[in-house]
Structure formats: structure tokens, C-alpha cells
């Protein structure tokens, strides 16, 4: 058993193919809602296993009807609940086996919007908590201008190519990076 994580998959949700970067580049490089939730089922089926666990990390879909998409999809599903995640509890645990405000997991901590950085620091273990979280499609945590903050990992879908990442391939780049970093 894997474990996946994919965060603001926003399904049914045709505004976001028309958002625009600073730069008037689009977002979200597809036509319709109809066109991104496709690439994102197909690549969600090729990447998890039924037996594996997917946290998705809020932004799910506005409509109720949006969220039937989830049958489809491979995996025992977590939801993080996102700041768009408003719907009535009953129907998200249609299709999640557990939806929670944040999780924490061996020197992770889960959520849908960043956490302030004094809220990952550990005292005990002398070290931060990496934050594992979406919210941001288009951007990341910075330090300062130019400059990263390693205590966060975005798994939004424009941050990840619309398919789900694995915890080892998160714990990988994050490791890669503090050692460009050092």
C-alpha cells in the first residue's frame, strides 16, 4: 500500500480553466472542467492502486453532483477539508473514509491552507514539521523574494502534473532541495 496525496482538484468547476497568472498564461492548460477532470481521473487510475490511500488535500468540487467523480477513482480516500469543501458532512463521507480538518503524519503535517511556519516547529525534536498542503495553485511559500521555504510542499494539481504524488516522491524533491540548498 502507497500513499498519494492531490490537493484542489476543483471538479466540475469551469472557472478555474478561465483564471489567468500574472503573466495572462492560464492556470490550467485545458479547455473546460469536462477536458481537466478527465486528465486528472485517467492519471489518478495509472498512478494509485485500489488498496492504496490518497489524501486529498481540500478544494474538491462546489456541487454536490461534481463529487460523483470520486467512484471512479482508485484508493482509500482522505479528504483534508479545503476552504471550498462546504458541503454538508454527509455528502463527502459518501465517498471518503475519513475527512479531517488536518493530519499529522511521521514529520508531516497535513492541511489545506499553509500553516503559519511557527505553527511547524517541533521544540522536543529541535526541527519543523514539513507542511504538506494546496490552496496555492500558482505559487509557493517564500522565505523572501527569490527564495523557497523548504518547510512546504504544495500538492495542488498544477504544482504536481494533475496526477497524485506519492509521500516518497514528496520526502524526495524535499531532500533534493535542502541539498541544493546546502
Do not use: Q
Not at 477532470?37 to 453532483?65: C, H, L, Q
Not at 459518501?94 to 479531517?100: A, E, G, L, P, S
Not at 499553509?114 to 517541533?122: A, E, I, K, T
Request: hydrophobic share 35%.
Amino acid at each position: 500500500m502507497s500513499t498519494y496525496f492531490i490537493g484542489c482538484p476543483h471538479f466540475g468547476h469551469e472557472a478555474m480553466y478561465r483564471f489567468t497568472r500574472a503573466n495572462g498564461e492560464k492556470v490550467r492548460p485545458y479547455a473546460s472542467a469536462e477536458e481537466g477532470d478527465t486528465v486528472i481521473r485517467e492519471n489518478w487510475n495509472r498512478t494509485v492502486s485500489k488498496g492504496d490511500k490518497v489524501y486529498v488535500m481540500g478544494d474538491v468540487a462546489f456541487n454536490p453532483k461534481d463529487l460523483k467523480i470520486l467512484e471512479a477513482l482508485n484508493g482509500s480516500k482522505v479528504l483534508i477539508k479545503g476552504n471550498h469543501d462546504t458541503l454538508e458532512l454527509s455528502k463527502y463521507a459518501k465517498y471518503f473514509r475519513d475527512v479531517r480538518a488536518y493530519h499529522k503524519l511521521d514529520n508531516e503535517i497535513l492541511s489545506h491552507i499553509p500553516l503559519h511556519p511557527m505553527s511547524l516547529w517541533r521544540t522536543k525534536r529541535n526541527t519543523s514539521w514539513l507542511n504538506i498542503h494546496a490552496h496555492l495553485h500558482a505559487e509557493e511559500v517564500m522565505l523572501s523574494e527569490g527564495v523557497t521555504d523548504l518547510r512546504y510542499f504544495s500538492c495542488c494539481v498544477e504544482r504536481i502534473g494533475y496526477t497524485p504524488i506519492s509521500i516518497d516522491e514528496i520526502r524526495n524533491r524535499v531532500t533534493a532541495l535542502h541539498k541544493e540548498v546546502l
